[in-house]
């Protein structure tokens, strides 16, 4: 509404002015003529109705000057209105047609709400753009993430039933491993598709908190220790309102991170409520990661410089463990642990 009542008011004051311009032109030139002609040549002022060849002229001077001053305004105000949406028009039919680089320029006197308009349709435009890249980053990267484990499996298969290797319970388990993986990464898209189409639904419940995480990190403990690292609880036994299935699935990703990521030694598993919010924090003890590669490490497929190897994860663990904080209405995030290296934490209101 008050988008349309700048321009309307801007098209009112153009005119007004114009108007105002014009009336002035008329009434004070004809003074002066009037003025000037009685001081010079009386004689050719007109008697009656109708007017001198003088006056004949004045009036067509003033209509052409008029008229000049009316075109004038027209052209700029519609250069200042009708370019930039012939332009947005232009741009629309582009994106129609699946160029979706278009965008849509304007001169910087563009009127207030049609340069808000080009603005607009250009964030929209750059949104597009971005989910349409963003796409077929995502359908490369399944697709890659996928391809791994399948020609393994395949190869193992193929190897067995041409007899070149032995269907031993190694050779099987091996087989099981991959086909575990890829059920995980089948079920990590599906949470992370989930979330993004905002069907992610929480089964909420008040839940000792403490409970959970020490239930899960005395199952990933002799894993832990076996590699070395040194786990330690600080735990608040409280009850807040969670998704304890959820959590202790992000708790598991965060600590399957530190076994795979981080170097043996102490680490620790905090839970506290401070607040309207509850956290809970897995520290470890090196290498430690810096702010802007932890930023990015929580969008889907992001694996940090020394994680790219065959042996690496999907890259899609900490983008679970976010969309599971967020499903909470809640943020996971990085700081530098005091034990020296990474501190992942949840946190969310409850
Ligand atoms: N505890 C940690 N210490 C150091 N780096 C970590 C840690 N946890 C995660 N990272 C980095 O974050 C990246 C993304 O983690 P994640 O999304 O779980 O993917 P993945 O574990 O499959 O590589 C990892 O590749 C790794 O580089
Ligand atoms: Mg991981």
């Not at 108007?19 to 001081?39: E, H, K, N, Q, T």
């Not at 990267?141 to 290797?165: D, K």
Request: charged content about 20%; proline content about 4%; hydrophobic content about 50%.
């Amino acid at each position: 509404m008050t988008a349309a009542y700048g321009l309307r008011r801007q098209l009112v004051v153009s005119l007004a002015v114009m108007a105002i311009g014009i009336a002035l032109l008329f009434l004070l030139g004809s003074y002066a003529l009037f003025a000037l002609l009685m001081a010079f040549s009386p004689s050719s002022i007109s008697d009656d109705l109708t007017p001198s060849p003088i006056e004949a002229m004045w009036m067509l001077c003033t209509v052409l000057v008029a008229l000049v001053l009316a075109v004038v305004t027209a052209v700029k105000l519609s250069r200042r209105i009708v370019v930039p949406l012939n332009s947005v028009a232009e741009s629309l039919r582009r994106i129609a047609e699946g160029d979706l680089s278009a965008r849509a320029t304007t001169d910087d006197d563009s009127l207030g709400e049609t340069a808000q308009l080009v603005r607009d349709f250009n964030s929209m435009a750059e949104r597009l753009q971005h989910m349409a890249q963003q796409r077929a980053f995502w359908n490369a990267a399944i697709a890659h993430e996928l391809r791994t484990p399948v020609t393994i499996l395949r190869g193992r298969l193929q190897g067995m039933t041409e007899g070149v290797f032995e269907p031993t319970p190694t050779q099987f388990q091996g087989l099981l491993k991959n086909v575990e993986g890829l059920g995980r990464l089948i079920e990590d898209l599906r949470l992370l598709g989930l979330k993004d189409s905002g069907h992610l639904e929480l089964h909420l419940e008040l839940a000792d908190l403490a409970a959970e995480v020490g239930a899960v990190a005395q199952a990933f403990e002799p894993q832990l220790r076996a590699a070395g690292f040194a786990l330690t609880l600080d735990l608040n036994p409280q009850e807040v309102l969670c998704d304890p299935v959820r959590i202790r699935q992000a708790l598991l990703a965060l600590l399957e991170n530190a076994l795979r990521h981080a170097t043996p030694g102490a680490m620790r598993i905090r839970h506290w409520v401070e607040g309207e919010m509850c956290h809970l924090c897995v520290e470890d003890s090196g290498p430690g990661l810096n702010a802007d590669d932890a930023a990015r490490l929580f969008d889907a497929f992001q694996r940090g410089e020394a994680s790219r190897g065959p042996s690496s994860g999907s890259g899609l663990g900490l983008a679970v463990v976010q969309a599971i904080a967020q499903a909470h209405e809640g943020q996971a995030s990085w700081a530098p642990s005091r034990l020296g290296g990474s501190a992942f934490a949840l946190q969310w209101p409850v």
